[in-house]
């Protein structure tokens, strides 16, 4: 992995569980971000589970109706989630679109007070997607799943 500078440690949080919604559009790209985010969950002791949508657009909306659910109920069924995808710039305006709608979603999301991730890569090219997702690389994943940690510790924290 890259070294990188002002990086938190990633928090330990017994008895987390969370969601990851991935969109394995670029399959390969997708199981790069899910490994790398299940070993960081692992690794700080929070439980994950998978959840696969057609697209970076329906992550938001799957986030949303699992969050939703989790308030009835099954109260807190997630504390936190993951987002991981990947959008690779084409011919046309649609990179444009996707990128900025599904980053607003997740940003809206996190207002509300939802604990997410967000590793949804916005790249130019496959190569840089593949370096991106690499959990021996970049590893985007694994920082989505940290920063999810770092959000679900501090509403914690909050919470008292």
């Known amino acids: 992995m890259a070294e990188q500078t002002g990086v938190l440690p990633t928090p330990r949080i017994e008895s987390a569980r ?7 559009f670029y399959r390969s790209i997708a199981d790069g971000l899910i ?9 700080g002791g929070a439980e994950a589970e998978v959840l696969e949508v057609p697209g970076a657009l329906e992550i938001p ?3 949303a109706l699992a969050s939703d659910a989790g ?5 807190g069924a997630y504390d936190g989630y993951v987002a991981l ?9 649609h990179y444009e679109t996707v990128c900025e709608e599904s980053a607003r979603g997740l ?4 207002l509300r007070g939802v604990a997410i991730g967000n590793g949804v890569l916005t790249c130019e090219t496959l190569a840089q997607a593949e370096a991106r997702a690499n959990p021996a690389d970049m590893d985007k994943g694994g920082g989505a799943a940290a920063a999810a940690l770092h959000l679900i510790a501090l509403r ?4 008292r």
Do not use: K, Q, W
């Open 61 to 63: 909306t799957a986030i």
């Open 35 to 43: 490994a790398g985010a299940r070993a960081v969950l692992e690794a």
């Open 107 to 110: 940003t809206l999301l996190g």
């Open 156 to 159: 914690r924290r909050f919470a």
């Open 18 to 24: 969370l969601l990851i919604v991935a969109a394995p």
């Open 85 to 93: 995808g990947c959008v690779i710039r084409g011919e046309t305006t």
């Open 71 to 75: 308030a009835g109920a099954d109260a």
